[in-house]
């Protein structure tokens, strides 16, 4: 089935380490999406990407990196320079940059430092 | 800029009752509207959104949803609640960020269902 595949599900992450959350999606989006959840907090745009090797920054991307090698992947890299990393995040994609066009979106991986 | 405010963090109806969650936002273009449903630990699911033409859209689950330009509005109702409705509900405007296309959404609104 198409979709998109977000993972881990769960991760737990120590102070000081980088960790990366895998976004894959088999829909043959061109744009792709990464967005923070917060309880309360609605969902903010950390990056985003509308074709291969381009990304932009969303509204909250200190602390973050990504990158865009293959269309049907986006991981996004949580960086030590994050100091308030524990939230669930979700991939989301698109066919691209016609305002209207639906954004799909991942099930969400769950990050946690300890 | 845009952005979206939904009144009502928590709305608690009885199952069978008039389901009315509120949504306002602010765009300086035509705005392109949506509505998404989370259930916990998932991803979000398009419940409808409106491009242009009909004023009144409807969703899947029973879901529509009016936008009124002159109150900048686009709230989302249903008749009869179920049960399986609770859950939380993102209502989002199409924004520009340098050029591209994005969605700005508002900060959800947590439906409960009682029996």
């Known amino acids: 089935d198409g979709g998109i595949t977000q993972s881990p599900k769960y991760l737990f992450r120590k102070e000081g380490q980088n960790v990366t959350l895998s976004c894959e999606q088999n829909l043959n989006h061109d744009a792709m999406y990464w967005y923070r959840q917060d309880p309360g907090q609605g969902l903010r745009l950390i990056y985003y990407s509308q074709i291969v090797n381009d990304f932009q920054k969303g509204d909250i991307a200190e602390g973050y990196s990504v990158s865009r090698e293959k269309k049907e992947s986006f991981p996004l890299t949580v960086t030590s320079a994050q100091k308030n990393p524990t939230a669930f995040y979700l991939c989301?994609?698109?066919?691209?940059?016609?305002?209207?066009?639906?954004?799909?979106f991942g099930e969400g991986s769950w990050l946690t430092v300890v | 800029a845009q952005s979206v405010t939904q009144l009502g963090s928590h709305v608690s109806v009885s199952e069978g009752a008039l389901v009315l969650l509120r949504c306002n936002y602010s765009s300086s273009v035509p705005p392109y509207l949506f509505w998404y449903v989370q259930y916990p630990n998932q991803g979000l699911q398009l419940l409808l959104k409106?491009?242009?033409?009909?004023?009144l859209v409807k969703g899947i689950n029973g879901f529509e949803a009016e936008f009124k330009k002159s109150e900048t509005s686009f709230h989302l109702t249903k008749p009869s609640a179920h049960m399986s409705d609770a859950a939380e509900y993102f209502c989002a405007v199409t924004a520009m960020n340098s050029g591209y296309i994005t969605l700005t959404f508002g900060k959800g609104t947590m439906l409960l269902v009682s029996p």
């Open positions: 409106y491009t242009t033409g009909a004023t």
């Open positions: 989301a994609s698109s066919t691209g940059q016609v305002a209207g066009n639906t954004i799909y």
